[in-house]
């Protein structure tokens, strides 16, 4: 598999380091900041990828599932310090969606956070897909 420009395997996990994973991203990268129910109460910043650039390193057996409304996303939390570090989203079904806030040298990348309006999911929701589109 190729990355794209500049993209490199960056690595992450939630805060008591059970769960690990890397996601090829560039260095300069844009994020969503969602105001919806669930993203608003655990300030989830959005990295969302294609299938074959995420790939869980450890932790597997550590995550557990939330799902509520459609069922759609799959809301994945370890079981251990509660951090959501990723997950899969309902926007990017055949992605994933990395937390920006829970990759190791997040301050090191260009991250800029537009604000995404989540709360009218059904208006907006459909803007993201291409964002998992894997690369032709
Ligand atoms: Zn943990």
């Avoid at 090829?24 to 129910?37: E, H, T, V």
């Avoid at 057996?61 to 939390?77: E, P, Q, V």
Wanted: a neutral charge; charged letters at 20%; glycine letters at 8%.
């Amino acid at each position: 598999m190729s990355l794209a420009a500049g993209a490199e395997w960056r690595a992450g996990g939630c805060h008591c380091g059970a769960v690990r994973f890397e996601a090829a991203l560039p260095a300069k990268i844009l994020a969503q900041d969602c105001n919806c129910s669930v993203c608003s109460m655990t300030g989830f910043i959005h990295v969302i990828v294609p299938e074959s650039r995420f790939r869980l390193l450890a932790g597997e057996d550590r995550l557990t599932a939330y799902r509520f409304n459609t069922g759609t996303a799959t809301h994945l939390f370890c079981q251990v310090c509660g951090v959501k570090s990723f997950y899969r989203p309902r926007s990017n079904p055949d992605g994933w969606s990395v937390n920006a806030r829970c990759l190791d040298d997040a301050a090191a990348l260009a991250i800029t956070a537009a604000p995404f309006d989540g709360r009218d999911w059904e208006r907006h929701g459909a803007a993201l897909a291409y964002l998992s589109k894997e690369a032709p």
